[in-house]
């Protein structure tokens, strides 16, 4: 089946700095990929749609300034937490459907991002 | 409102038994469900579609849609310890693939 990858899977920084998180798709093109963010022992929720070519599109609730999304090519998406906190510690998974089968989502691995 | 009601458990199921999983939707423009398992610290995998009312049989897993109720569930039959995680009814809410999960029910197989 399709695959996602993330990178990288786990992340420790320092507060105030910004760390970048790669979602592809390896065998598939992607128009549209999902970011969401998981606390623990909670649900995950969806952070905003990232579009190939175009801006991405923020839930409510979700800082656009604070995480930055680019979807540069149809196999690449990049989160960027900036001055990343404490409070931003969460396991981040991009999601993409294949192209034209958007009823089928492939989800990447994660990413555990650890604030200190 | 809630966009799917699962009870979140913990269903305990005994090794070998069949776990019965519900979920009620409120939405009745949903079309498509979906039943994703997800393991502690992992993302989550996808184990069956359901598009139209009925059954449907996947090896062990049987889904179960009617849109009249608004009701799907997930029957895991000959139910393994590998199978305890969380599983989440996740309906497909527009037509670029974005998805909501809820919290999921968490089922506990004891050997």
């Known amino acids: 089946g399709a695959v996602v990858s993330q990178h990288p899977s786990r992340v420790i920084c320092k507060s105030g700095t910004s760390v970048k998180i790669e979602c592809r798709s390896l065998d598939f093109q992607a128009t549209t990929m999902f970011w969401y963010r998981q606390f623990p022992k909670q649900s995950l929720m969806l952070m905003a749609t990232s579009n190939e070519g175009s801006k991405a599109t923020y839930e409510q609730g979700v800082e656009k300034d604070k995480f930055l999304i680019n979807h540069a090519s149809l196999t690449l998406s990049t989160l960027t937490v900036t001055s990343a906190h404490p409070e931003d510690s969460s396991f981040y998974i991009c999601?993409?459907?294949?192209?034209?089968?958007?009823?089928?989502?492939?989800f990447g691995p994660g990413t555990r991002l650890t604030v200190l | 409102q809630k966009e799917v009601e699962q009870n979140s458990g913990p269903l305990s199921v005994p090794e070998g038994a069949i776990a019965s999983l519900n979920c009620t939707y409120s939405?009745?423009?949903?079309?498509?469900f979906f039943w994703y398992r997800q393991y502690s610290g992992k993302s989550p995998e996808l184990i069956m579609s359901i598009y139209s009312n009925g059954d449907k049989e996947d090896g062990r897993f049987t889904a179960q849609l009617n849109k009249a109720s608004q009701y799907v569930s997930l029957l895991i039959r000959d139910s393994q310890p590998s199978d305890s995680a969380t599983y989440l009814c996740?309906?497909?809410?527009?037509?670029?693939?974005?998805?909501?999960f809820g919290a999921g029910t968490q089922v506990v197989v004891t050997p």
């Open positions: 996740v309906p497909l809410t527009d037509s670029w693939g974005k998805l909501q």
């Open positions: 939405d009745r423009g949903s079309q498509s």
């Open positions: 999601s993409a459907p294949a192209r034209g089968h958007q009823d089928t989502q492939y």
